[in-house]
């Protein structure tokens, strides 16, 4: 039986313009430095629950727009009515539970901010953990972040390895970051 092709073999063979070879060329596994851009990945991560991650991608600038330009601040402060407008816009992933989550997840992130400066001193003041002792962390801390999700945050975020392998072009350019 063959093995399966790793995400690096895959968009290897892409085209340039596909979502795929830009996520993984120029996003998946590069540090962030905003809290604003680690809750917006946090935020694609708990949408790609029970989905697939094409249409998360096709989707990220509307989930950007949608939840004001993943503004921690703003969205922590978000009412029924920003609920009714999220849950009603085709654009996104119109899930209670995700909407709720991500609500819930920003005023936690406020939250931290208070005691650790920023969500990103917050995981640097827990890193390194192993796979394990995050999933913990983050299912204590948040809500909708699961095992899968939260690796793949952390992964995706530069956290946790394994985004891409030995001999991926990308792999040698994260090396040096």
């Not at 596909?18 to 060329?25: A, M, S, T």
């Not at 600038?61 to 949608?66: C, L, S, V």
């Not at 945050?153 to 030995?166: D, I, N, R």
């Amino acid at each position: 039986m063959e093995k399966p092709k790793s995400y690096c073999e895959v968009v290897a063979a892409l085209p340039p313009d596909n979502v795929h070879k830009i996520y993984h060329d120029t996003e998946y596994g590069f540090p962030l430095h905003s809290d604003d851009e680690l809750f917006g990945r946090l935020i694609l991560e708990i949408n790609q629950a029970g989905l697939s991650w094409t249409t998360i991608l096709n989707k990220k600038e509307n989930f950007r727009n949608a939840y004001a330009g993943f503004s921690v601040e703003k969205v922590a402060n978000f009412n029924e009515k920003d609920k009714a407008r999220l849950l009603s816009d085709a654009g996104i992933i119109r899930n209670r539970l995700k909407v709720n989550a991500a609500i819930h997840n920003a005023g936690v992130i406020l939250e931290l901010k208070k005691s650790h400066y920023s969500f990103k001193n917050w995981l640097d003041q827990h890193h390194p953990l192993t796979k394990n002792e995050w999933v913990k962390l983050f299912k204590k801390t948040f809500r909708f972040t699961g095992g899968e999700i939260t690796n793949e945050f952390l992964m995706s975020t530069g956290y946790l390895p394994g985004a891409h392998e030995e001999g991926c072009s990308i792999f040698e350019k994260l090396k040096e970051l």
